[in-house]
Structure formats: C-alpha cells, structure tokens
C-alpha cells in the first residue's frame, strides 16, 4: 500500500505560512541547520529534561528528542481546529454529567446501554457525583492527525491525565535560543501564559466557599515517565508538587504533611490514574495514592483535575460515539471529523474486522501510549492470527480503524531535510470558560516511513507554530 | 514546606559537600604521600580507616593499594560514599525537589552530574591523574553554595540546605582531622620534626586552610592547627563554625530563640555548640585527639537523627531506605 501523503510544508497554501515554511527550508542551509539541531539537543540534556523509559538498559531516564523545524499551522485552519475542540469539550463533559448521572442518551436509545455497563473505566462509585462547577475534564490534551486527503481527524480525546505540555513550553524556549532570527518577523501565538492559566483553571474550579484555595500536584514520583513534566508544572506554577504519601485525610479535607504541620489542600491537580488514587476505594495495593481521599470527594471538600471516572468518555468504543454525542447534547453537526471506528463489540462490525485484519488498525479500547496497537498492513500472518484470537476472547476490549496515513513536517537527519510523519496534541483548559493553547505538542516518528510517534517508541517532538 | 521536600533538599545538600569532602580527602593523602618529602611512602590504608568504610573495602579489594582506593573513594558505585555515589543521591534528591530550586541550581546540579557519570570513560587517565577532576568536584561543589546564595530566597528551603551542607562539613573535617592521627610517621622520634611540619601544612591546605591560618597563628604548631579546624570562630569549615551554623539555621526553621529549644535537635545541637564554645585545645589533647573527634562524630550522628525525627517523619510514611548519615 503507498498512500497519498499529505507534506504540511509542501502543502502550505496560506500566504504567510508560505513565506514561513520558504523562509524556514531556504534561510539557513543545511550545515547551519545541522549545527542549531546540535545545539538545541545539548541545551535539552543540560537542563535534565527528559522522561523516563520503563525497562530501558541504559538508564532510566531519556532525553527527549526534539527536532528544530516546527510544525506549521496558518490562522484560518487554527480557527477552525479551536472552535471544533471546543465544541467536543462542552459535549463530553455534559456527556459525563449524562452518564453518571440520569443516563438521559442511553434512555433515548442513541448509546447502547451495554456499552457502559460493560466499560471498565466507568467508575460505579462516580455515580450521581457532580464535580464543582461541572467540570469532569479540567485538562484534556486530543490527538489529531491530518490524513492524506488533507481532513484533519480526531484519533484521541484523553481525558484522563494528558501529558505532553511541558514539552511544547521548553520546545519554545529552546527554539528561541537556538533559532532567533527566524522568530523575529513570523507572528506565532504565543504559549508561554499556559501555566498562569492552568492555575487560574484550578483556582476557579476550587469547591464552593473556599476562597483562596490551596493547590498542589500529585505525582506518582520520581521514577514516572511524566515526573519531569509534574516538577516543571508545579515549578511554573508555584504549587507544591506531592506525592501519596504526603497527604492524608484529616478531619474530613485533604492535608498535607509539613515541617511545621499538616496544612489543607483543596484542589489537587493529580497526575495518577483513577485506579491509584486511593486504595480504599479502586485499587487496594495502591502505594501511591491517598486513603480516603474519595469520600473527601464526594463529600465536595476536594477537587480533582481531572475528575475521577472521565476514562469512560474517551473508551475507544465510546468514541466511536462521540459524533452522535455531540448532536445529542449540543444539537450541532461535529466540526472535527471522527476517525470511522468498528466496534468489535458488534456482531456485524466484529465480522467485518475480522475479514479485513490485514487493511486495519486493531487498537485495545482501554489503553493509551500506543500500547496493544496491531498494524494490519504491517503485521505477519501470525501475528494477525493471534489478533483475531483476543478479538474473539474478549470483543468488548477491541476496535478497529482503518489505515490512517498520517502527514509529514520537513525534519532534520543525516542527509538533510526529509518528510517524518507527524500528529498533533493541542491541550484545552476547562475552568470557568474552555480555553485552547495555541498549537500543542506535535510529536513526530523519526524513523522513515514509521508512523509510530510515542516517545517511548522512537517518536520525538517539534515546536508547533500558529500563525496570526 | 513539606517534610519530603525539606528531606530532599537537606539530603541534596548533605551529599555535594561530601562529595567535595571526598575530593578532599583524597587530596590531602596525595599530599601527604608526593614528592618524596621525607621520604614518606604512599599510605593508603589511612584514607580508608578514616573514612568509615574500612571493613566494606577491605571485603572487596583487599589491601589498599593508591588505585584501588582512589577508585573505591571516586568511582565505585557499591561504595555508597563515592564521589559518583554522592553526586548520584544529590541529583536523584534534587530531582525530587526540582520545582523548589531555582533554574540555574538545578541546571548546575544536573551539569554536574553528567561531569561525573561522563568522567567514567577516564577512568583509567583520572585514577593515574586525579587533581583536575578532584578540582572539578570542589568548584562544582562551590558553585553550588554560591548559586544558592545568589538566587534562593532566604527563606525555610535555603535554611534545609544550609543544615545539610554545615552538619556534612563538620562531619568531614572532623574526619579529614582523624586522617593525620591514622597517618602513622615513620618513626615516633618524628614527631615534631620538619616531616611533621610537613604533613600538618598538607592537611592544612586539603580543607583550603593554609593561608587562613597563617595569618592566625604563623608558623605550624600541631595543637595550633588543631585548634583552628576544631574551634576557630571565623573559619567557614572549622567544626566550631559548622555547628554554630547549623544550631542558626534550626532555630531560624522553628523561628525560636537560640535561648530555648523546641525539639531535641535544637537542645542536641545546642549542647555540642556551647561545649566547643568553652572548651580549649589543651582540654582536647588531654582528653584525647581522636577520642574527642570520635565523639563529635558521634553527636553529629545523633543530631542527623533528632532533625529527621522533627522535621522529616510522615505519619503514613514508610521509607524505603534512609539515607546514610
């Protein structure tokens, strides 16, 4: 199969994204281009930023790469991109509220009622919970991809504990130090106010009656792939960054444990998974999370960004949904297009994939960082025969899509300038009003023809650039 | 500030400066062995007796040799005392705190790291050859001090850091004393002779003291030099100076009086400073050298124990490993 690529420089056909993109491959040559790609890496290892890598031999920590030519997107699309994500944030959290509570869009027959029931991240005890102010996913960071037919798609709404954006804040500063005299004279959004308006998204989100609310972040420690990301945020910020075993409950509020006492917190922006964050309550064996912390939930005394039981709203069958969702809560056609997704979970659409394993994407319903993910076109018989077997095991927990062919930015390699296939992951703050950061991360697969772009598998990232 | 923030950056600290102290130690035998200077040979066996890890090194190297304790002090990452250890612990401590320090900190803290882990592929070049990378770990070590100095508020978190690096310092001056007394003369009849001389101005110039005491005491009077790097008032790595500090930086935590104590650190560390306070190198001597410097140690250990206790321990909280003191 050799799809039709879609190249972001090659097809730039706004007036000043052309004159960027010329200025960009046509302004330095490829010696230069080389030595700032140098510079921008070295910079990235002496300030330590890096992630950790589980079971990796050579140490656990990894600096990530980062390519210097950025991805870019002109104003009109952004437009478009911001107002889309904006819609589909407004109509999953009134889907969360729906869900847990009257359950009105399985009522009305649009969503199959076993589709919930049989979901794993729906969180029983989230059941008639309204977190403060309605908010269920305070920060969401959405995968998009632009395929070859040039329509951009929604791949991934992550809902639950989205990292990344740390990256595109020191991915700015490093292509401010390494590439100046291209900055000057190009009018990029900026992105350096996210952190002033993560908090203000937090304070805003407090439990009623606090006034001057603490905040902290909740790390599940030093040796998490994102802990540099949970330090940066807090540092930037100015929260302190906490760990499990920091905090306990108290006389009915969360506290924390310090030199000169315990001292209340009550909004915890948390960077653990649902099923760490109290043993007593999901996961029993938890050693990261808090005990008792629900209850101090559900009794309103607490906030928690995001709000616990959200996985249920980006389930990969549920998405599937989300176009019908929108329409149900909002009574608007989608603005971004959905990814066509067969439900395996389905008699027909379980048939269908099975039939056409080698042409499609299988992809686990319940997992993220690319994990569990079957290439059809690139998988051996064996492999795809085993796919078909789990299909069949467990239906529930399988998807599939087709071939997406993602499109290519201008990267740096040994040989100079060559296309690598890109995705993009805005981030979107929910506190009093929805906000999107101009641009997001946009990660790239730096090996040819890979279209794989998890950092933990050999993806890097590029600074994305919206032009005003 | 919280408990695990406030261990960490006690912790960060405690382990530069003795990965600085390491440095040297390893310098001030160096000293006392080069050059031929009256004939002494090389003895390395004291570096490791005062080092406190005697009985690891003697299981896994056997008889000292110049290599292999200088690879076991430098490189050796089972020696949980070895500079690369030590700078390993100050990062991995950092690292958890790294929202608390400021940029440049923690970039330098990071730069120093990365010297260390990088200066492996020398090894060979280093353990022939150290004083340049023993340098390099001393100005690290400085550059680190002034760094907090010039850009960390004075404020609970400057404070941790500053009880680590001064109760770290006493610790290792007192140490780097014990050195000499292991440090066996040729003969007895040496004693007070020129190879003396010789090996009090070696220990001297390895805590950057030489030209400080000079200009206090002049010549080399072996109870005089004591007497400077255990009570001088002035000198910012004598164990006076260390002490005081750190009974400072306690009562500036709490924000009580130094006239009282509110928690056994505070008393424990009290104590300690006013017996150095009134106490003088004859009373010392007399009692003992290496008995005196022995028990300082020992009280140091304790005061570790009594901070931990007020000001780190978490009532759900069940560390995995502490830290070695």
């Known amino acids: ?468 | 500030m919280l408990s695990r923030v406030a261990e960490s950056l006690f912790w960060m600290s405690r382990y530069v400066e003795r990965a600085e102290n390491v440095a040297r130690f390893v310098e001030v035998n160096r000293d006392l062995s080069l050059g031929g200077l009256g004939g002494t040979v090389a003895q390395w066996g004291p570096l490791v007796k005062a080092s406190g890890d005697e009985e690891a090194f003697l299981e896994r190297y056997g008889e000292p040799t110049e290599r292999s304790v200088l690879d076991f002090l430098i490189f050796d990452e089972q020696n949980l005392n070895s500079i690369r250890s030590c700078v390993n612990a100050a990062r991995e401590n950092g690292r958890m705190v790294r929202e608390t320090l400021s940029a440049s900190m923690w970039e330098e803290l990071n730069r120093f790291y990365l010297q260390v882990r990088d200066a492996i592929v020398d090894r060979e070049r280093i353990l022939r050859r150290p004083h340049r990378f023993l340098n390099d770990v001393k100005s690290s070590s400085h550059l680190l001090l002034g760094l907090k100095h010039a850009t960390v508020s004075q404020g609970e978190a400057w404070n941790f850091m500053r009880l680590g690096s001064l109760l770290e310092r006493a610790d290792k001056t007192s140490r780097i004393l014990d050195v000499k007394y292991y440090t066996l003369l040729p003969k007895p009849d040496d004693v007070g002779t020129h190879l003396d001389a010789v090996q009090w101005s070696a220990l001297l110039n390895s805590t950057s003291a030489l030209a400080m005491y000079r200009r206090r005491f002049g010549t080399i009077v072996p109870e005089q030099v004591a007497d400077f790097l255990i009570l001088d008032r002035a000198f910012p790595r004598s164990i006076y100076y260390c002490v005081a500090g750190a009974e400072r930086a306690l009562h500036d935590i709490t924000g009580v009086s130094t006239d009282y104590f509110s928690n056994p650190a505070e008393q424990h560390v009290g104590k300690l400073r006013y017996e150095l306070t009134f106490r003088g190198i004859e009373d010392i001597i007399a009692e003992g050298m290496h008995e005196f410097v022995d028990s300082v140690q020992v009280r140091l250990n304790q005061i570790g124990v009594e901070i931990d206790k007020a000001f780190f321990a978490r009532p759900t909280h069940s560390r995995v490993q502490s830290q070695t003191q």
């Not at chain 1, 009656?209 to 040796?223: E, F, I, Q, S």
Request: proline share 6%; charged share 25%.
């Open chain 1, 1 to 468: 199969m050799n799809p039709i690529q879609f190249d972001e420089y090659g097809n730039a056909n706004d007036e000043v994204a052309k004159q960027v993109v010329t200025n960009l491959l046509d302004g330095l040559s490829f010696e230069d281009l080389q030595l700032r790609q140098r510079a921008a890496s070295e910079h990235l290892r002496m300030l330590g930023i890096t992630f950790n890598v589980y079971g990796h031999g050579d140490g656990v920590e990894k600096v990530w790469p980062m390519d210097i030519l950025p991805r870019v997107i002109d104003a009109g699309e952004w437009a478009m991109i911001e107002t889309g994500l904006k819609q589909r944030i407004r109509a999953l959290n009134l889907f969360l509220d729906d869900i847990y509570g009257e359950q009105q869009i399985i009522a009305d027959g649009i969503l199959p009622a076993d589709l919930i029931e049989t979901a794993t991240s729906f969180r029983e005890v989230c059941r008639g919970q309204r977190p403060p102010h309605g908010v269920w996913t305070h920060i969401t960071g959405t995968d998009l991809i632009r395929h070859g037919d040039g329509t951009i798609y929604v791949l991934e709404d992550n809902l639950r504990c989205p990292s990344g954006v740390s990256y595109v804040l020191e991915n700015r500063e490093v292509m401010k130090r390494v590439l100046p005299e291209v900055f000057s004279g190009v009018r990029v959004s900026p992105v350096e106010d996210y952190p002033e308006l993560l908090l203000k998204t937090l304070i805003e989100t407090a439990p009623d009656g606090v006034d001057n609310p603490t905040v902290a972040v909740l790390t599940p420690g030093v040796y998490n792939s994102a802990y540099f990301e949970h330090c940066f945020l807090a540092q930037q910020m100015g929260v302190e960054l906490v760990c499990g075993d920091d905090l306990i409950v108290d006389d009915g509020v969360v506290k924390m444990q310090t030199t000169k006492g315990l001292q209340q917190v009550d909004v915890i922006y948390r960077r653990i998974d649902d099923d760490f964050l109290d043993p007593s309550c999901f996961r029993e064996d938890s050693m990261l999370g808090v005990p008792g912390l629900m209850q101090v939930y559900r009794d309103g005394r607490v906030t928690l960004a995001n709000a616990p039981g959200n996985g249920v709203a980006d389930d990969k069958a549920v998405y599937a949904y989300v176009p019908q969702i929108i329409q149900f809560y909002l009574g608007e056609e989608p603005i971004l297009a959905n990814v066509p997704t067969y439900i395996c979970a389905d008699v027909e659409q379980r048939q269908y994939v099975l039939d056409h394993l080698d042409a499609l994407v299988v992809k686990p319903t319940n997992e993220s960082g690319g994990y569990g993910i079957v290439l059809g076109p690139e998988s051996s018989r064996e492999e795809l025969d085993q796919c078909a077997e789990s299909i069949q095991k467990d239906p529930r927990n399988f998807i599939a899509q087709p071939m997406l062919c993602l499109s290519t930015v201008p990267t740096i390699t040994d040989k100079g300038p060559a296309p690598r296939h890109v995705d993009l992951r805005p981030f979107i703050l929910y506190g009093r009003d929805i906000q999107v950061m101009p641009g997001g991360l946009t990660r790239v697969a730096l090996r040819e023809g890979s279209m794989v772009v998890n950092s933990s598998q050999g993806g890097g990232s590029k600074d994305t650039w919206v032009l005003k």
